[in-house]
């Protein structure tokens, strides 16, 4: 039974048909035999017509309002910097880079000004000036990233973390590491993109020009230039000790690794020239499609590239963003396509699992952001997959599935969430 | 490694705002705007305005997510502006007895609104919004805690004190 206080508590969220059922009986049972609280009821009803008719907002305001917000962007009364268009995510960054350009500028103009003391002439500030507006200081920015990745500067001691946020980007010369499960991606001003892989360490030098210290990357050259990669040895780093050096044909892609004094380099890109390796003296041509390695005693050992293979340690990084981007559907739609159930389904299932846990989440992700209806196996296959390697870390995406179109991926999502509930 | 955190971050990425859908959010500006400036017309601006702001400033939304917080900050800094500009009245002075002393008895149809009204801006702030947030814009109790970042016993408790006051309100007014 109920007190007439609990009841009146309730009358407001009973008259807004937000109680649950149960209780609502209990409140008619309660106000059918209490006549002090019926007529609290009947008031609050009665109030609440009253509301109902007094406090209304006609239908047309919205209206008018998005209308006249509409006549003053068109007279120019409100400045847009095409925001409310949508911008894609390339003017986005776009828009970033412009940004940092410009804080970078103030930066060096009010240093330049406010330093006092400062020997600087007029003719070197305006070349100051001049520089920093024709090439950007900085070098790259960091797009996307799974863990923590850290620079540091020419001129500096100490590593510091670079976020994706961030909005002062890499500086030239600075020399960027990648930490355990750490993959990242940065893109240069003239939009060159460069990953890296776990335990990678490189020195940016300028936004076409990339020593590779230690680990493996991968980078496309934008249409316009080319990088210069320079190979060096990791057991002992310095300026000069570099071995290999390469240029990455513009449009092109290339992957290349340092390890134990042996430098590999695949040309990912059927389309384009071979790319010539040196060593030292030592020059040798890597074919479009083809893989590459050179050891320190110069023996070279050559082998097909399968492109496709040589991606996977990528795709954590793909699963960023990849409702915008569609590389990560690119990449693992050939990959887990059966292809008669041949034995290259079973290679490239191996390699896949070889990703460990991480390689789950861009499984998983696949599956959700997978909209084509005929491609319902390629989701199965890659739930399949994921539920063998998942972890606590896909419980989000798992949770997602769950509640899939598909009975047979949902019940597998389940199945996988109740395992993982259990460990 | 703190995948984790970044594959936690997705959504919000995914979820960048690109438009602002005016339709889908006046209603709700509109009431918050209302209960801080206690009038129609000044709100009808004020929410224009507050849409203004937030088209230009759209760029610095980093997510979905945080549309509600971010819309409800524009528009409290536009009513603040508001207020500073014109010097409206707050509500808290809200003079019921200036009203009461005006003709009673007589209020036609379109002045019941002006005294439900006159009624509603002397609720404390939080029942103020609550109660034209409810009766503009039809909001389940957990649409209203997202939007006002409360939980939905809040909303509960609100509602029910606002209506109450209300209640307590007319019959005084009756009385004397």
């Known amino acids: 039974m109920i007190s007439c206080d609990t009841c009146q508590s309730q009358l407001s969220a009973m008259l807004d048909g937000e109680l649950p059922p149960n209780e ?3 409140i008619q049972d309660h106000l059918a035999t209490c ?14 017509c009253k509301l109902v008719q007094a406090v209304q907002l006609p239908v047309t305001v919205p209206a008018k309002c998005e209308a006249s917000l509409a006549g003053s962007i068109r007279e120019g009364k409100v400045r847009l910097e095409r925001t409310h268009l949508g911008l894609s995510s390339r003017e986005r960054l776009a828009r970033r880079w412009s940004l940092a350009i410009l804080a970078l500028t103030a930066a060096c103009l009010t240093a330049i000004f406010l330093i006092p003391g400062s020997k600087w002439s007029e003719d070197d500030r305006h070349a100051t000036d001049h520089n920093d507006v024709a090439g950007p200081v900085i070098v790259g920015r960091l797009v996307r990233a799974t863990g923590r990745v850290e620079q540091i500067l020419p001129d500096r001691a100490e590593w510091q973390t670079v976020s994706v946020d961030d909005m002062l980007g890499i500086y030239p010369g600075a020399r960027l590491r990648t930490g355990d499960g750490a993959l990242c991606e940065l893109e240069t001003p003239d939009r060159s993109v460069v990953r890296l892989d776990a335990a990678a360490e490189v020195v940016v030098d300028r936004s076409n020009q990339i020593q590779l210290v230690r680990g493996r990357i991968w980078c496309r050259a934008s249409t316009e230039s080319n990088i210069e990669l320079r190979l ?6 310095t300026p000069d000790t570099q071995l290999a050096t390469f240029t990455c044909p513009s449009s092109s892609e290339i992957q290349c690794s340092t390890s134990n004094n042996q430098f590999s380099c695949c040309s990912n890109t059927n389309n384009q020239a071979t790319v010539e390796l040196a060593v030292g003296n030592f020059k040798c041509a890597v074919a479009p499609g083809e893989s590459v390695s050179i050891d320190a005693s110069q023996a070279v050992q050559r082998d097909t590239s399968q492109e496709l293979i040589n991606k996977i340690w990528q795709l954590p990084l793909l699963a960023i963003d990849a409702q915008s981007d569609s590389e990560l559907m690119q990449v693992l739609r050939p990959l887990l396509a059966s292809i008669g159930r041949t034995k290259a389904m079973h290679i490239n299932e191996e390699r896949l699992r070889q990703l460990g846990p991480l390689g789950a989440i861009p499984l998983l992700t696949y599956a ?11 989701r199965r296959r890659a739930v399949w997959l994921a539920a063998d390697l998942a972890d606590q870390r896909s419980v989000s995406l798992l949770n997602k599935l769950a509640r899939d179109p598909d009975a047979q991926i949902a019940q597998k999502a389940v199945e996988k969430l109740s395992s993982l509930a259990r460990q | 490694m703190d995948l984790d955190r970044t594959t936690e971050k997705v959504p919000a990425q995914i979820a960048e705002v690109d438009r602002l859908d005016i339709q889908q959010w006046y209603r709700r500006v509109y009431a ?5 400036l206690l009038s129609a017309t000044d709100a009808e601006d004020a929410t224009q305005e507050t849409f203004m702001r937030a088209i230009v400033s759209l760029p610095e939304l980093r997510s979905q997510l945080a549309i509600n917080a971010w819309l409800r900050n524009i528009a409290r800094n536009v009513c603040v502006d508001f207020i500073r500009r014109q010097q409206v009245r707050r509500a808290d002075t809200a003079d019921l007895n200036e009203f009461a002393a005006s003709p009673c008895g007589r209020h036609r149809e379109n002045e019941e609104h002006e005294h439900l009204m006159h009624h509603i801006y002397a609720l ?7 109660i034209l947030l409810h009766y503009y814009e039809e909001m389940t109790y957990d649409q209203m805690a997202q939007w006002l970042d409360v939980a939905r016993s809040t909303v509960n408790e609100r509602l029910t004190k606002a209506r109450l006051l209300l209640k307590q309100g007319l019959c005084a007014e009756k009385l004397r």
């Open chain 2, 124 to 130: 404390p702030e939080p029942l103020r919004e609550i």
């Open chain 1, 35 to 48: 006549p002090a609280c019926q007529r609290e009821w009947d008031e609050l009803r009665e109030l609440d």
């Open chain 1, 232 to 237: 060096n040895s990791p057991e002992a780093w």
């Open chain 2, 32 to 36: 918050r705007c209302q209960s801080l």
């Open chain 1, 368 to 378: 959700t952001v997978e909209s084509a209806p005929e491609q319902i196996e390629l």
């Open chain 1, 24 to 26: 609502t009986e209990g």
